[in-house]
């Protein structure tokens, strides 16, 4: 077979950085990125309880879950530093994964190409590497855009896809150690950091490498290459951390989904969907109102009635699958004083539902400690005030620890059912 032209040829890619030496480094940046990445949105995924109820998209009995365990409740930023750590350091990890894309791009155009089974295998398992880490961040980072229009299939897809990503990284990983032991032992870890750019030099071209046969004359040296990769990442990072840590950055994260509905005064926090989007019936928060509490022995309260009882305040957090987080006071009435008064038998599991007539999470089903912790709470106000419409006025669930997609807004009942 002839070689074709253009970037096929191996005196097209030029670039005199571009080598084993550069790539291992890239790679073993990028790493402990991913691997965060990963186990955090593992993490997540045991946060939904995926076990109970229909708290996840994913079916608890047919799909393969390993890693499902009771969430706890404490510390009650967990769900926040985990969700934070997901999307921040998926956004830092961008500018490296191009970066390292690019370093080994002239092995796409590798001719022939395929040259022997093993070859064929080792191409299959890199289009799943690349295919699967540029499909992971597409869908992370639309959805941490523009959440609920993607809802279905970016569940499944994020979830299944990270599955064949990690398992292609192993093997990727596995195969790739050698050759990044042997890039740091021949050329020494940061040693080509110190050279400046009149002295960057090609890596050695070997048929089929990374290093150029032909290199071009060097415009930015390899301490220059990884500075501006990771300049690009501390500024993805000033203009997203602000949604997950608050403070003056909250301003500058202009990578955090803009937009969307705040409130006045002290419901003047991030909504995710407000009444109207969620399909709330106007009719159906006002006076007629009740909670009904579906139990051994059915309650039904009016607000006033939940009012009536003891209250119980607690400064805690919202945090949003997709990274994005506020704290703010609740007030409202703790969950287990509810369970005590419904003679709910131990041993039943808490589940709420919503108001609002359609939608994946419109009800959530709680574990034990999450009902049973003394700041879970059905909560009635917040900074004072009554809750929003937007936030959840008539009664909202407010549990320490929880995705925030389960604080269910507009609670309409509450059942116990069996484990
Ligand atoms: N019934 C209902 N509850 C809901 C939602 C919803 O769409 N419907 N959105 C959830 C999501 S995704 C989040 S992050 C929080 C946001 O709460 P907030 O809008 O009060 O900030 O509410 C949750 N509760
Ligand atoms: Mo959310």
């Not at 992971?136 to 980072?141: K, P, R």
């Not at 290459?225 to 500058?252: K, M, N, Q």
């Not at 009882?309 to 703010?328: K, S």
Request: aromatic share 10%.
């Amino acid at each position: 077979m002839k070689r074709p032209p253009g970037p096929f040829r191996p005196g097209f890619w030029r670039s005199p950085l571009r080598g084993p030496w550069l790539t291992s480094v890239l790679g073993s940046l990028l790493l402990p990125l991913l691997l965060i990445v990963g186990a955090t949105g593992f993490l997540s995924h045991t946060a939904y309880q995926p076990d109970l109820g229909h708290n996840a998209i994913l079916d608890p009995t047919h799909d393969f879950q390993p890693f499902i365990f009771s969430w706890p409740t404490s510390p009650s930023w967990l769900y926040a530093l985990n969700q934070g750590l997901h999307v921040n350091v998926g956004i830092v990890a961008v500018p490296l994964l191009l970066a390292k894309l690019w370093s080994v791009i002239p092995r796409l155009f590798a001719w022939p190409p395929v040259k022997s089974p093993a070859m064929a295998v080792e191409r299959a398992s890199l289009l799943l590497l690349v295919g699967g880490a540029l499909f992971e961040f597409a869908t992370g980072i639309l959805n941490i855009q523009v959440y609920y229009p993607w809802h279905f299939s970016f569940l499944q897809a994020h979830y299944y896809g990270a599955w064949v990503f990690l398992a292609a990284l192993f093997a990727h990983v596995t195969v790739k150690t050698p050759v990044i032991v042997r890039a740091f032992r021949e050329r020494g870890v940061t040693r080509p950091l110190r050279q400046r750019l009149r002295d960057t030099a090609a890596e050695p071209y070997e048929p089929d490498g990374l290093a150029p046969a032909d290199p071009a004359d060097p415009t930015l040296s390899r301490r220059g290459l990884l500075g501006l990769v990771g300049a690009g990442s501390l500024t993805l990072l000033a203009v997203t951390a602000g949604e997950t840590i608050g403070g003056p950055l909250r301003r500058v994260a202009l990578l955090a989904p803009r937009g969307r509905v705040f409130g006045t005064g002290p419901n003047d926090f991030q909504v995710n969907k407000t009444a109207r989007t969620a399909g709330i019936p106007p009719g159906s928060t006002g006076d007629s109102w009740r909670l009904a509490l579906d139990a051994p022995q059915p309650l039904s309260f009016t607000r006033e009635q939940l009012l009536r009882l003891p209250q119980h305040t607690y400064d805690l957090p919202i945090a949003c699958v997709e990274g994005w987080t506020t704290m703010q006071r609740w007030t409202g009435v703790r969950l287990a004083d509810l369970a005590e008064m419904a003679g709910a038998p131990p041993g039943m599991l808490m589940r709420v539902e919503s108001l609002q007539p359609r939608g994946a999470f419109r009800q959530v089903t709680l574990n034990h400690d999450q009902s049973h912790d003394p700041r879970s709470l059905l909560a009635l106000k917040v900074n004072g005030v009554d809750l929003s419409l937007d936030h959840g006025y008539p009664a909202r669930l407010i549990v320490p620890a929880l995705p925030g997609v389960h604080n269910t807004k507009w609670v309409k009942a509450i059942r116990f059912v069996e484990a």
